[in-house]
C-alpha cells in the first residue's frame, strides 16, 4: 500500500517563509508526477504546483514566483519551498503522487492527509 506523508506546515507571519515535504512509501518502483494542491475554507482544492519525474514543473497562477517545487527521486519525497507569504495563502496542503508503479500494483493516484499551513497578517 503506497503512502504519502506531509510535514512542515505550521503557523508563519505574512512575508515569511515554509518549506513542506512529502515522502512516498511503500515498495514504490516509480512514481511518474508529484504535486501539491491546497484547500482553504469554504474553497475547492486548487492545483499549488507539480513536478514530473523528468523534472517539468507547473505552478498555479497565485503561487508564481514566490513558491518553488523540487523532487529528490532517490527518496520519492517532493519539496515545495513558499516564500512571501500571504494570508490567502492559507490553507490545508495536500501532497499527492500520479502513476506509482509499485512491486504489488499501480495506482493511478495517491494522496496525502494534508498539512495545515497559516499566514497570519
Known amino acids: 500500500q503506497v503512502q504519502l506523508v506531509e510535514s512542515g506546515g505550521g503557523l508563519v507571519q505574512a512575508g515569511g517563509s515554509l518549506r513542506l515535504s512529502c515522502t512516498a512509501s511503500?515498495?514504490?518502483?516509480?512514481?511518474?508526477?508529484m504535486g501539491w494542491h491546497r484547500q482553504a475554507p469554504g474553497k475547492q482544492r486548487e492545483l499549488v504546483a507539480g513536478?514530473?519525474?523528468?523534472?517539468?514543473?507547473i505552478y498555479g497562477d497565485s503561487v508564481k514566483g514566490r513558491f518553488t517545487i523540487s523532487r529528490d527521486g532517490a527518496s520519492n519525497t517532493v519539496y515545495l519551498q513558499m516564500n512571501s507569504l500571504k494570508p490567502e495563502d492559507t490553507a490545508v496542503y495536500y501532497c499527492?503522487?500520479?502513476?506509482?508503479?509499485?512491486?504489488?500494483?499501480?495506482?493511478?493516484?495517491?494522496w496525502g492527509r494534508g498539512a495545515l499551513v497559516t499566514v497570519s497578517s
Open positions: 511503500g515498495s514504490i518502483l516509480s512514481i511518474n508526477a
Open positions: 499527492n503522487a500520479v502513476r506509482v508503479t509499485t512491486s504489488n500494483g499501480d495506482h493511478p493516484e495517491v
Open positions: 513536478i514530473t519525474s523528468g523534472g517539468s514543473t
